[in-house]
């Protein structure tokens, strides 16, 4: 059984860093894309940072580019995303995501949410101004 758990958030002033994991069981990660969402109050769920080592792709939003990282390590099943220069539009619930990529599928997808077949339940991050 696929399953998924993040973790990490928490209250972070501007100008902060945190590190969110998402714990993965039941697959192995070379096998699925992994996709790091988040949903602000009244906005839509968007994608953050996506990876598919079948692809060889990594998506970065524009508004993360240069300030998240994302990373993954195997022997843990852990994916990481790494938060710096927090602001106040990065306050959201986060998302991790994972998708078989047993069939194959533009890359340009990767950032899309309807891609993704397995969710966790979401880390709440909340960056005071």
């Known amino acids: 059984e696929v399953q998924l758990q993040a973790s990490g958030g928490g209250l972070v002033q501007a100008g902060g860093s945190l590190k969110l994991s998402c714990q993965t069981s039941?697959?192995?990660?070379?096998?699925?894309?992994i996709g790091w969402f988040r949903q602000a109050p009244g906005k839509e769920r968007e994608g953050v940072s996506c990876f598919s080592r079948s692809h060889g792709s990594t998506y970065y939003a524009d508004s993360v580019k240069g300030r998240f990282t994302i990373s993954t390590d195997n022997a843990k099943s852990t994916v990481y995303l790494q938060m710096n220069s927090l602001n106040a539009d990065d306050t959201a619930r986060y998302y991790c995501a994972a998708k078989d990529t047993i069939l194959t599928f533009p890359s340009e997808r990767l950032r899309q949410r309807d891609l993704y077949d397995f969710w966790g339940q979401g880390t709440l991050v909340t960056v005071s101004s």
């Open positions: 039941g697959f192995t990660l070379d096998d699925y894309a």
